[in-house]
């Protein structure tokens, strides 16, 4: 069983950064692969980076590659999202996500544990 609480989210203006961290519990987090996700009002939930357990592998949506890093330490148990160079459009809840097995990174229903959100918005 894996717990995950994000933290980090607000109001930035455009051109501007934010840093999430998602803090995870359990004994076994070095054991997961862990991805960032994202949802705005009114649309599915989608991809944004995925990291793999050792964080030698990392993966990201077209629209963030270039501006956002997913990193993790897992001495900390936690896994960071970097934003740098933000968008209006990438305002939306933004969650982190766990899964034991490897496959298709970008499915939403491959993760096993989900936080609970935290809500990021990008001013023009």
């Known amino acids: 069983q894996v717990q995950l609480v994000e933290s980090g989210g607000g109001l930035v203006q455009a051109g501007g950064s934010l840093r999430l961290s998602c803090a995870a519990s359990?004994?076994?987090?070095?054991?997961?692969?862990m991805a960032w996700f994202r949802q705005a009002p009114g649309k599915e939930r989608e991809f944004v980076a995925f990291i793999n357990w050792s964080g030698s592998n990392t993966y990201y949506a077209d629209s963030v590659k270039g501006r956002f890093t997913i990193s993790r330490d897992n001495a900390k148990n936690t896994v960071y999202l970097q934003m740098n160079s933000l968008k209006p459009e990438d305002t939306a809840v933004y969650y982190c996500?766990?899964?034991?097995?490897?496959?298709?990174?970008?499915?939403?229903?491959?993760?096993?544990?989900w936080g609970q959100g935290t809500q990021v918005t990008v001013s023009s």
């Open positions: 359990g004994r076994t987090f070095s054991s997961y692969h």
């Open positions: 996500a766990a899964r034991s097995l490897m496959g298709d990174y970008r499915a939403v229903s491959r993760y096993d544990y």
